[in-house]
C-alpha cells in the first residue's frame, strides 16, 4: 500500500513569490492534513480537508490556502512569499471516523527556501 | 492553538539504556499518538493509545494513555543506536496537537 507522496521534495523561491505543493494521501484515506514544521515553532496546523470541505483551519494568514480534489488529492498554496515561510511543509492523511481526525499518517514533506 | 507539554527536550544516553519522555496537557484527549522521526523525513508513528489507562507495546517501545486523559509517556527498552530522533506526542480531540519533541541521541 503506497503510503503520502508530497511534490516537490525541495524547492526554493524568492520572496514575493508564489508557490503550489501537492500531496497523495494513502489509498481509500479522505482527510488530508497539512502541517508547517519549523525549529522555533514544531509542527504547526495548517488546515484540514475532508471530501473537498475544508473542515479545520489553523492560525496562519490569507496567505495560506488548499484544496482537495475529489480523488482526495491535496494542494496547498502559499502566496506572496515571506522569508519566515521557509519550513518543511507535511502533509498527513487520515481514515477519519467520526469527529475525530483519526491516526494520522505523514509523507516525507516539502521543504520550502525562501531567499 | 494550544500545544502539548513534552519533555525532556533532548536526551543523551548510551547505547542498551532505556529511555523515558512524557507529554501533559491541561485539556484531555480522546486519543494519544507517538511519533518518530529521523533527520529530512515526515513522522511515523509509533504507538496509538485510544482509552484511559491503556498500556500498549510495539516491540521495544512501550505507551501508555494516562488515567485522566491528559498525560502520555513512551518508554524505549535497551536503546540501540537506530532510535536516534526526534518523538513528538500528539493528543486529539478533534484536531491533532503537537509536542516539541524530543531528541533522542545514543551514544555507541
Known amino acids: 500500500k503506497a503510503g503520502v507522496t508530497q511534490t516537490p521534495r525541495y524547492l526554493i523561491k524568492t520572496r514575493g513569490q508564489q508557490v503550489t505543493l501537492s500531496c497523495s494521501p494513502i489509498?481509500?484515506?479522505?482527510?488530508v492534513s497539512w502541517y508547517q514544521q519549523t525549529p522555533g515553532q514544531g509542527l504547526q496546523f495548517l488546515f484540514e480537508y475532508f471530501s473537498e470541505t475544508q473542515r479545520n483551519k489553523g492560525n496562519f494568514p490569507g496567505r495560506f490556502s488548499g484544496r482537495q480534489f475529489s480523488n482526495s488529492r491535496s494542494e496547498m498554496n502559499v502566496s506572496t512569499l515571506e522569508l519566515g515561510d521557509s519550513a518543511l511543509y507535511l502533509c498527513?492523511?487520515?481514515?477519519?471516523?467520526?469527529?475525530?481526525?483519526?491516526?494520522?499518517?505523514f509523507g516525507e514533506g516539502s521543504r520550502l527556501t525562501v531567499l | 492553538g494550544q500545544q502539548l507539554n513534552q519533555s525532556p527536550q533532548s536526551m543523551f544516553i548510551q547505547e542498551g539504556e532505556d529511555v523515558s519522555m512524557n507529554c501533559t496537557s491541561s485539556?484531555?484527549?480522546?486519543?494519544w499518538l507517538w511519533y518518530k522521526q529521523d533527520p529530512g523525513e515526515g513522522p511515523v508513528l509509533l504507538i496509538a493509545l485510544y482509552k484511559a489507562g491503556e498500556l500498549t507495546s510495539n516491540g521495544r517501545l512501550t505507551a501508555q494513555f494516562g488515567i485522566t486523559r491528559k498525560d502520555s509517556f513512551l518508554n524505549i527498552s535497551a536503546s540501540i543506536p537506530s532510535d536516534v530522533g526526534i518523538y513528538f506526542c500528539?493528543?486529539?480531540?478533534?484536531?491533532?496537537?503537537f509536542g516539541a519533541g524530543t531528541r533522542l541521541t545514543v551514544k555507541p
Open positions: 485539556s484531555i484527549f480522546n486519543t
Open positions: 498527513a492523511s487520515s481514515l477519519r471516523t467520526g469527529g475525530d481526525t483519526g491516526e494520522l499518517f
Open positions: 500528539a493528543g486529539q480531540l478533534y484536531d491533532m496537537r
Open positions: 489509498s481509500g484515506h479522505r482527510s
